[in-house]
């Protein structure tokens, strides 16, 4: 298997959807987003270690969800909030999704795990 950390990225404000709340902290049953998308990305690949990218305000919550995430302050633009993020990988790949995408088909994490191994 490859050597493989994802980053989830869920920083923002979520200023275009225009709930009362940010989209990471709506449910899909008993779980937020955020936690729901990382744990479905989990299930499909056996990642070396999985890195969450958000406000620093909302850091020690989210550890009380999960604690074998590493988490990381998250930065004003999408792009800050990665670079964080990448100062925490110990894996020679890495794979990004945001938080907002929690239903991603296993077959194209599979795909794209495939074209590594092609190259």
């Known amino acids: 298997m490859l050597d493989i950390s994802l980053i989830m990225l869920g920083a923002g404000e979520s200023s275009r959807f225009?709930?009362?709340?940010?989209?990471?902290?709506?449910?899909?049953?008993?779980?937020?987003?955020?936690?729901?998308?990382?744990?479905?990305?989990?299930?499909?690949?056996?990642?070396?270690?999985?890195?969450?990218?958000?406000?620093?305000?909302?850091?020690?919550?989210?550890?009380?969800?999960?604690?074998?995430?590493?988490?990381?302050r998250g930065g004003q633009t999408r792009q800050e909030s990665l670079k964080n993020a990448l100062e925490l990988v110990n894996s020679e790949y890495v794979m990004t999704s945001d938080i907002a995408r929690p239903c991603i088909l296993?077959?194209?994490?599979?795909?794209?795990?495939?074209?590594i191994t092609k190259s």
């Open 18 to 72: 225009k709930m009362p709340v940010k989209k990471q902290w709506l449910r899909l049953g008993d779980e937020p987003l955020w936690l729901y998308a990382s744990k479905n990305l989990a299930k499909i690949l056996p990642f070396k270690e999985i890195i969450i990218a958000t406000k620093e305000n909302e850091l020690e919550y989210m550890k009380s969800f999960e604690a074998r995430f590493k988490y990381i």
């Open 106 to 115: 296993p077959e194209m994490v599979l795909d794209l795990v495939a074209s």
